[in-house]
């Protein structure tokens, strides 16, 4: 199982940007999946996630600022990022759950930063 992020990189405060993960998985018959980061010297953590049922879960940090959807047909999901903030600055790291275990992104660097 492989998992491809892309985008990321340098963006203003206040900016937008948009990540997208490719699947080698059926992201439809998984249990979760969604998206991580790691800021320098912290803990990885979750920051969005969608689960089987459809529902969404979203950090604090990013409530109202940040939207994961998926695009079924494609095995693709994405992580929407608006009104960027300096303490969004992380290793973004799309996730995966199924009944075949848990599976990680090679991680992409967002630096929001003037």
């Known amino acids: 199982v492989q998992l491809q992020a892309s985008g990321g990189g340098l963006v203003q405060p206040g900016g937008w940007s948009r990540l997208a993960c490719s699947a080698s998985?059926?992201?439809?018959?998984?249990?979760?999946i969604g998206w991580y980061r790691q800021a320098p010297g912290k803990q990885r953590e979750m920051v969005a996630l969608i689960r089987s049922g459809g529902s969404e879960s979203y950090a604090d940090s990013v409530s109202g600022r940040f939207t994961v959807f998926r695009d079924r047909t494609e095995n693709v999901w994405y992580l929407q990022m608006m009104r960027l903030k300096p303490e969004d600055t992380a290793v973004y790291y799309c996730?995966?759950?199924?009944?075949?275990?848990?599976?990680w992104g090679q991680g992409t660097l967002v630096t929001v930063s003037s």
């Open positions: 996730y995966a759950e199924s009944s075949r275990g848990v599976f």
């Open positions: 998985i059926n992201i439809r018959t998984s249990n979760a």
